[in-house]
């Protein structure tokens, strides 16, 4: 095969490769250059599917709610919630909560968070002396119990230190989220929904498709421009 | 290898350029002491029980200053002994938080150690040839450090976290001290 013919192939084939790759950079090209006049800052957008490609979820599905008076607890996407207000941020998802007549207290694995029961944060902290991950919460005549490892322990008057206790207790349950706090809970999660300013940027940029598209839009612009040089030099030849 | 192939591993080239979208970042804590051995070190022996800093709206203010946020909670744990006291404290670097013990003697830092840090950058401050400047500083009126702490480059987010937590556990430990003054 000549290298005229074969730079004629590879010119073609260069080309049908990154059709796809063209129309996307164009269209959204064309649109961004617009966006203030097409008012694509001002659209939001909050489908489920995108929120949730950007990492942007709702409630997950292993979020908890816990009972206490009648107030609710949920914990889940890493925060604690107060009915539908956050009050804290968590490491993990709590493993019950309980309010005793001064105060209301979640634990975590590993961490105790206690509250006003307006759920002003009072502290939060590491319990010392758990040999274990805390794995339920409860109450025993009105003082917080947990459950670490093998070992029941009770909370003296400040909820400050933990001794292993042996005498009757009741856990606190979880259940799912309630429904009258979920839409609440999913609009402080995910915000006010996207831009579509933001998400054509990265459909244009490539970040849309993963953290290293970029590189491929890189290489598409390279190709374009060997395209241009091959495009070119071919018409030159003919000449 | 025909043309058509050729092209063929480029597209995939492509693809999986695409897929190869993996966050690499995340680090997982490390834990360089664990805070109760902290304090049955810098007690050498029985870790007194804790005792509580309630942040009344005095000192909520000083320490919002000094941390350039709002301090959550309404009470701070510590550890006491005679003129000592303990203080476990977390400050975030850049996005985690750095958990910090600090121990204080008479207003002047006994020692200061990384005890739990979580950032992917500026581990170096756990290293005593840093964490040793603080040593003997004490908090001046405008509630700054006695001393120039000499910063870490590639650090400076967890550099200035530990200062601030330095600032705090002296601000901390004079107001347990003045309530213990006057309750004498």
């Known amino acids: 095969m000549n290298k005229w013919r074969l730079f004629r192939i590879w010119h073609r084939w260069l080309g049908l490769g990154i059709t796809v790759f063209v129309l996307l950079l164009s269209i959204t090209g064309v649109m961004l250059n617009h966006a203030e006049k097409l008012q694509l800052n001002d659209v939001i957008t909050d489908a489920d599917w995108l929120m949730s490609w950007y990492g942007i979820d709702g409630v997950s599905d292993d979020a908890v709610s816990f009972q206490i008076g009648n ?12 009915n539908d207000q956050a009050i804290a941020t968590t490491e993990a998802l709590a493993t019950g909560a309980v ?19 307006q759920g002003e944060q009072i502290e939060v902290y590491t319990a010392e002396g758990l040999d274990a991950e805390i794995t339920a919460v409860g109450l025993s005549e009105g003082r917080p119990v947990v459950q670490a490892g093998e070992i029941v322990f009770r909370a003296d008057d400040d909820v400050a230190i933990w001794r292993p206790y042996e005498g009757d207790y009741v856990w606190s349950e979880s259940t799912r ?63 | 290898m025909s043309i058509k ?16 979208g993996i966050e690499c970042e995340t680090r997982a804590e ?10 049955t070190e810098v007690f050498e ?53 750095i958990t910090t013990g600090i121990s204080v003697n008479d207003g002047t830092i006994e ?55 330095a600032r705090l556990a002296l601000l901390f430990d004079g107001f347990v001290r ?3 003054e006057a309750n004498e």
């Open chain 2, 111 to 165: 020692r200061l150690q990384v005890l739990i840090y979580r950032e992917s950058h500026g581990w170096e401050v756990r290293y005593p040839f840093f964490t040793d400047q603080f040593r003997g500083m004490s908090l001046s009126s405008e509630m700054e450090l006695s001393e120039q702490v000499d910063g870490i480059s590639g650090a400076t987010l967890s550099v200035r976290a530990l200062i601030k937590l």
């Open chain 1, 177 to 239: 989220v309630p429904e009258a706090y979920l839409s609440a809970i999913n609009e402080h999660l995910r915000g006010g929904g996207l831009p579509f300013s933001r998400v054509l940027l990265d459909l244009h940029s490539g970040r849309f498709f993963a953290a290293s598209g970029s590189l491929v839009m890189d290489a598409v612009a390279v190709v374009l421009v060997l395209l241009n040089g091959l495009g070119l030099w071919l018409w030159w030849a003919r000449r």
């Open chain 2, 30 to 39: 490390d834990v360089f002491q664990a805070p109760e051995n902290f304090l």
């Open chain 2, 45 to 97: 022996g029985p870790v007194p029980s804790p005792s509580f800093l309630w942040l009344i709206s005095d000192v909520k203010a000083v320490a919002n200053e000094i941390l350039d946020r709002n301090l959550g909670g309404l009470r701070q744990r510590y550890w006491r002994q005679g003129d000592q006291t303990v203080w476990i404290l977390e400050e975030i670097g850049k996005t985690q938080a």
């Open chain 1, 71 to 82: 107030q609710w607890v949920t914990s889940g996407n890493g925060w604690l919630y107060l």
């Open chain 2, 5 to 20: 192939s050729k092209l063929q591993m480029l597209v995939c080239s492509c693809l999986a350029i695409f897929a190869l």
């Open chain 1, 99 to 117: 309010q005793t007549d001064l105060l209301m207290m979640v634990a975590g694995p590993r961490k105790v968070y206690l509250f006003t029961h």
């Open chain 2, 178 to 180: 003045a309530e213990g």
